[in-house]
Structure formats: C-alpha cells, structure tokens
C-alpha cells in the first residue's frame, strides 16, 4: 500500500518561509515522480512543482519559479518544497502525489499521478 504523508504547512507571514514534506512508505520511492499540487477555496487543484524519480530534472508552475524548490532524497523517501517570499495567493492546501509515469511532458496534471496525500494547510496572511 503506497502512503503519503504531509508535513510542515502552518501559519507564516508575507514574505516569510516554509518548508513542506512529504514521506513516502510501501514503494520503490526512486522509480516514482512526485509532485506538489495546490487548492485553495473555490478554486481547481493546480499544479505547483514536480521531480523526476532519479531527482536530476524538475517542473515549476510559472506562478511560484524562483520562488519555491523541490527536492528528494530516495534513500529517506522524502520530498519537500521550500517556499520563500510567500504571497497571500499562495494560501492553500498543499497535497503531495506519486506516480511511475513519466510522460514526455511536464507532468502537470493532476491525472498523472494516481497516489496522493491528504493535504496540508498554508496560510499567508498579508
């Protein structure tokens, strides 16, 4: 049974930083990409950042680029994203996906992954 579980929303200012995880459990986790996907109230799921299985290329939404970074490490089957300069768009819940797709495309959508976490929430108050 393939996990995953996210950690490290909360509360932060304008500005500020956070530094989201996700832990992975029951898979080869370096055959599988991840990705960070969004969603806040009233709004579609929306893609936010991906990374390769073998950690050596990766896929950013225009919205968040030089903003935010995905990184892996496939022996603690962990990802994260690191989010500076944080806007207040940029509230919502952030959910982690898994898959061992690969398609020759960035693999921005949602139906690319088949396992997902449940959420964690950010805020940005400004």
């Known amino acids: 049974q393939v996990q995953l579980v996210e950690s490290g929303g909360g509360l932060v200012q304008a500005g500020g930083s956070l530094r989201l995880s996700c832990a992975a459990s029951g898979y080869i986790f370096s055959n599988y990409q991840v990705a960070w996907f969004r969603q806040s109230p009233g709004k579609e799921r929306e893609f936010v950042a991906a990374?390769?299985?073998?950690?050596?290329?990766?896929y950013y939404a225009d919205a968040v680029k030089a903003r935010f970074t995905i990184s892996r490490d496939n022996a603690k089957k962990m990802v994260w994203l690191q989010m500076d300069s944080l806007k207040a768009d940029d509230t919502a819940v952030y959910y982690c996906?898994?898959?061992?797709?690969?398609?020759?495309?960035?693999?921005?959508?949602?139906?690319?992954?088949?396992?997902w976490g449940q959420g964690t929430q950010v805020t940005v108050s400004s």
């Open positions: 996906a898994a898959d061992r797709r690969l398609p020759d495309r960035q693999p921005n959508l949602s139906g690319d992954y088949y396992y």
């Open positions: 990374i390769r299985g073998g950690g050596g290329r990766t």
